[in-house]
């Protein structure tokens, strides 16, 4: 069964306090993979996509990376405001371009 | 409006009541999507719209039943619902097929609570 996992389910960071997070997945293929912060209560935010092994996207403190069995997200000197569940999604190759799979999220807390 | 939109943001329904929650693209996609998501779980896809026909239906049972009027227009419509069935639900939108980026837009939710 095609599979989307994430760890940790939670992470605290103090505030400066650089770390990654991490989706595996089990796909026969890859056709993206998508990364999106959610603030609660609210929808998810798109963040990047990657295509294949080794490509790499920064947004600010953000950097996604790729191989070809997980993706990690780096958080370099994380702020408050990076707190939010941060959410995996993936979408194989040779399935329907609309269907994606989530993963269950990391829940980041940057303390002050 | 800009991005997606879902109205209302917040809907208390009784066990028999009826109620259709709305959704609206402005970013010229041709999917839409309706997510379930509940606490402490993954996002569950609930409909697939492309090109206005339905391509997925994750076994979603028969009080909720969706519409898609046009490419930008999607609604969700409930009846008899039960308390289970309270949860946040989530529109998206996205452009697939060939040039298509696929990534999905979402919008901020209806925050459902059924009594």
């Known amino acids: 069964e095609d599979q989307v996992t994430q760890s940790p389910e939670a992470l605290r960071l103090q505030e400066g306090e650089s770390s990654s997070l991490n989706c595996s997945y089990t796909v026969s293929g890859l056709r993206g993979l998508f990364w999106y912060r959610q603030d609660p209560g609210k929808g998810p935010e798109f963040l990047f996509t990657?295509?294949?092994a080794g490509e790499e996207k920064e947004k600010e403190r953000l950097k996604a990376t790729l191989t070809k069995k997980e993706s990690f997200l780096h958080i370099t000197a994380p702020k408050p405001e990076d707190s939010a569940t941060y959410l995996c999604?993936?979408?194989?190759?040779?399935?329907?371009?609309?269907?994606?799979?989530f993963g269950p999220g990391t829940s980041l807390s940057v303390i002050p | 409006e800009t991005g997606v939109t879902q109205t209302p943001r917040h809907l208390v329904m009784g066990m028999t009541n009826k109620k259709s929650l709305k959704c609206e693209q402005h970013?010229?996609?041709?999917?839409m999507y309706w997510y379930k998501q509940s606490a402490k779980k993954p996002l569950e896809l609930m409909f697939v719209y492309n090109f206005k026909e339905q391509t997925e239906n994750n076994s979603v049972p028969s009080r909720f039943s969706p519409e898609c009027p046009n490419s930008s227009h999607l609604f969700l419509h409930l009846h008899t619902l039960q308390p289970e069935d309270s949860a946040l639900y989530l529109c998206?939108?996205?452009?697939?097929?060939?040039?298509?980026?696929?990534?999905?837009?979402f919008g901020p939710g209806t925050r459902l609570t059924v009594t």
């Open positions: 999604a993936v979408q194989e190759r040779g399935t329907s371009y609309d269907k994606v799979i």
């Open positions: 998206a939108s996205s452009q697939v097929g060939q040039g298509g980026r696929n990534e999905q837009y």
């Open positions: 970013l010229g996609h041709n999917a």
């Open positions: 990657l295509y294949s």
